[in-house]
């Protein structure tokens, strides 16, 4: 079946525009998350749905970055006024919490460029 | 969250077995140890969930000592498209737990040679 899809694949912005950044998750799938890997390093989490509950946003570093989610489908993340430490690859992933809230289906992410 | 020590980096060469050792010595009684794998320009990928003893699949297998202080991951005969980084979480896997700040670190950097 279809995995997870992002969009864009690439996206080059200049400092201080707006960004906003798409998930689709697999169908089926209550929880979504989205991470932020700077190049070289380990994924940092950023928020995370889970059904109707609110979202746990304890990961977002600033009050720039948000994220709404309509129901248990697509996910937006948006990066307002970017600066060009936002630069990374922006990666979506969702679960069917039955299974472990670790087993997790990443899409291929979102490489996001502030120039 | 359990704070999770991996080795920065492997070499290996095809056909060999891989073995990375994951150390988790704060794991909690609900914690579960699973593994992701990464290749370049691509999003992590589960490969295995263990919460104690052994657990097999068609892609590795993951050893739990009983102390749970510990994993290793087990990648029978390497090939070159094994090359990737290796990730190692420790978290409660039940559903209220969901959602707590999820950090993969750095991972093992695996290469396999020819």
């Known amino acids: 079946g279809a995995g997870v899809s992002q969009s864009p694949s690439n996206k080059v912005t200049e400092k201080g525009k707006d960004v906003e950044l798409r998930c689709d998750p697999i169908?089926?799938?209550?929880?979504l998350y989205w991470y932020r890997q700077r190049l070289g390093q380990g994924l940092e989490f950023l928020i995370y749905f889970q059904g109707n509950s609110a979202p746990d946003k304890s990961g977002l570093p600033s009050d720039r970055f948000s994220a709404e989610r309509t129901g248990e489908s697509v996910s937006t993340l948006t990066i307002q006024r970017t600066q060009q430490e936002d630069s990374a690859v922006y990666l979506c992933?969702?679960?069917?919490?039955?299974?472990?809230?670790?087993?997790?289906?990443f899409g291929p992410g979102t490489r996001l460029t502030v120039t | 969250l359990a704070k999770t020590t991996q080795p920065i980096s492997m070499d290996s060469y095809e056909g060999q077995e891989v073995n990375i050792t994951c150390s988790h010595n704060?794991?909690?009684?609900?914690?579960?140890i699973t593994w992701y794998q990464q290749f370049p320009s691509q999003g992590p990928r589960f490969i295995i969930q263990?919460?104690?003893t052994k657990v097999t699949n068609e892609v590795a297998s993951l050893f739990i000592p009983a102390d749970r202080k510990s994993s290793t991951l087990s990648l029978p005969r390497v090939s070159l498209s094994d090359t990737a980084v290796y990730y190692c979480?420790?978290?409660?896997?039940?559903?209220?737990?969901?959602?707590?700040?999820?950090?993969f670190g750095g991972g093992t950097r695996v290469l396999v040679k020819p």
């Open positions: 169908s089926g799938h209550t929880a």
């Open positions: 263990g919460y104690k």
């Open positions: 704060n794991i909690a009684t609900n914690d579960y």
């Open positions: 992933a969702s679960s069917l919490v039955d299974r472990g809230a670790y087993e997790q289906y």
């Open positions: 979480l420790v978290g409660d896997a039940g559903i209220k737990a969901a959602g707590n700040k999820l950090t």
